[in-house]
């Protein structure tokens, strides 16, 4: 079992950056493949980013493509996803997941077993 805590989200005004973490507890962190999603009011969750469980290997969904990194530092049981050029369609609720099952588990929110409760990131233009 693995608690996930997400902090970081706030209100930023169009063209700036957040960087959001996420704190994992309960079992080794290096175990763990992760991922970002998200989902805005009145929409389905999406995928936004995912890292391997060794850190190697990264994917980022085409919206966030080249203005987003995602991040994992095992030593500190702590993921991070760095969102810079920020437009106001990135508001969203924002989540990271985790997978035992996976060590690369992609896009899709099945691979994941664990879930934080998510932060808010609002993008004003």
């Known amino acids: 079992q693995v608690q996930l805590v997400e902090s970081g989200g706030g209100l930023v005004q169009a063209g700036g950056s957040l960087r959001l973490s996420c704190a994992a507890s309960?079992?080794?962190?290096?175990?763990?493949?992760m991922g970002w999603f998200r989902q805005a009011p009145g929409k389905e969750r999406e995928f936004v980013a995912t890292?391997?469980?060794?850190?190697?290997?990264?994917s980022y969904a085409d919206s966030v493509k080249g203005r987003f990194t995602i991040s994992k530092v095992n030593a500190k049981n702590t993921l991070y996803l760095q969102m810079n050029s920020l437009k106001p369609e990135d508001t969203a609720v924002y989540s990271c997941?985790?997978?035992?099952?996976?060590?690369?588990?992609?896009?899709?929110?099945?691979?994941?077993?664990?879930w934080g409760q998510g932060t808010q990131v609002t993008v004003s233009s």
């Open positions: 997941a985790a997978s035992l099952s996976y060590a690369n588990p992609g896009p899709y929110g099945l691979n994941y077993n664990y």
């Open positions: 309960g079992r080794t962190f290096s175990d763990y493949g």
């Open positions: 890292i391997s469980r060794s850190g190697r290997l990264t």
